[in-house]
């Protein structure tokens, strides 16, 4: 102005104010530029603050995370689509109201104590459910950190957070496959153990068949011997001497004995027969032949063997109902009456009274036989898994763990059942039930597969 004023000295006042007015407007002009091109650079900077602004919104809009900020009080200041289509609610109804609100009440208490965390400035994790239309929501894993203001101060939270319950079952079906998977690989790698064993058995059996079949005949010519020398010596004209040294060397003695000799190694000849073919059995090549069995005899002679081969001398009582029979293989059910009542000798053989009990007799149309005894018990966590093959309680020496195993094999061919369990006053109970009617014998390898 002093500059304008400079200028315009020595002209005539009129020239002066003219000027002056003149160099007004051109500063007037100047400014308005400037306001223009201020306006313009605004309208530039708002535009691209909108453009910033959408792409936030588009991509928190489009994020499948749910997405919530909240205040130090826990208020709801924004949030996401995601949010809104879990709890079902408008924008509108959720700003300004307390994110516990919308927290199932179990969950609430962790949730405001894992947002104090938050907003005093460590991140969080937890796993919440929100209330929604149909109840509560899936299970949520949420991470909650604090949120800051322009000046750096902490103002709220920020909680986002992801569905995983669908994530959680697959994680939970996978489990159980793969504890199906160990199952399943444990029962084949028993096959393929019980495969070899009956390759193995079956080898053994089919050399035993030869010497077996060799003491067959044996004894078929001895007893033949045995009648041509007793009628022999019978008919023969015998002397004053020979009567001194057939008495000398007991020869009708000998001879009235050797009936019962021959009866003996004809029957053990006939039960190692029958042990191989049960051996034999071990490969599950072929159905057993049935028979009409005596249940009670079978049981009496059972309880002879076993007794035989122990020190333990335990009193056997047995009940039986007259007349019960089924169709089965003899020497299969022999085999399973011997193994329970051989394994009742050894659970009561630290008993100081030991007492064994065998019961037969008809129940709802089937055979049914009853093997107790007094002795420890069966502990409750093996009561499931006393049937599987090479599982045993005894100690390392005594037993293979294949005894109930074919025994249950045995019984479950016949058509049967086996089941055991502890008695109410001490002891263990193994009870089997036979169908009467004839029915044949299930392959072994047919009931497995």
Known sequence: MIDLLSESAGLPEDAQTENM???????VDEVYSDLIRYESDLEIKNAELEEA????????????????????????????????????LSESKLLGASLADFLIEEDRAGALQKMAEGVAGEVTECELRFLAAGGASDLMAINCSARFDHTGRRVGAVLTGRPIGELKRAYEALHVAHLELQQAQRKLIE??????????????????????????GNIHTLDKYRGALAEYLEKSSVKTQ??????????????????????GMMDGAVRISDIVRNL????????????RVDLERIARTAANWAARSKKTRAEVSFDCEDGVAVDGHEGQIHQVLVNLIDNAFDATKEVAAPRIGVAIRKANGRAEIIVEDNGRGLPEVVLDKIFEPFFTTKVVGEGTGLGLWISYSIVKEHGGSIVAANRPGGGATFTVQLPINSAPPRDIADERR
């Open 21 to 27: 007015w003149l160099e007004v407007i051109h500063k």
């Open 53 to 88: 602004q959408q792409f936030i919104s588009s991509v928190i809009a489009s994020v499948s995370d749910i997405l919530v900020v909240c205040d130090e009080k826990g208020r709801i200041l924004q949030v996401n689509p995601a949010f809104q289509r879990i709890t079902g």
């Open 191 to 216: 096959q393929e153990k019980m495969a070899s064993l009956g390759r193995l058995v079956a080898g053994v059996a089919h050399e035993l068949n030869n010497p077996i079949s060799f003491i067959y």
């Open 242 to 263: 020979d009567d001194a040294l057939r008495r000398r060397y007991r020869i009708d003695a000998i001879l009235a004995d050797l009936p019962s000799l021959i009866d």
């Open 280 to 291: 034999r059995r071990l490969s599950f090549s072929r159905p057993a032949e049935t028979q």
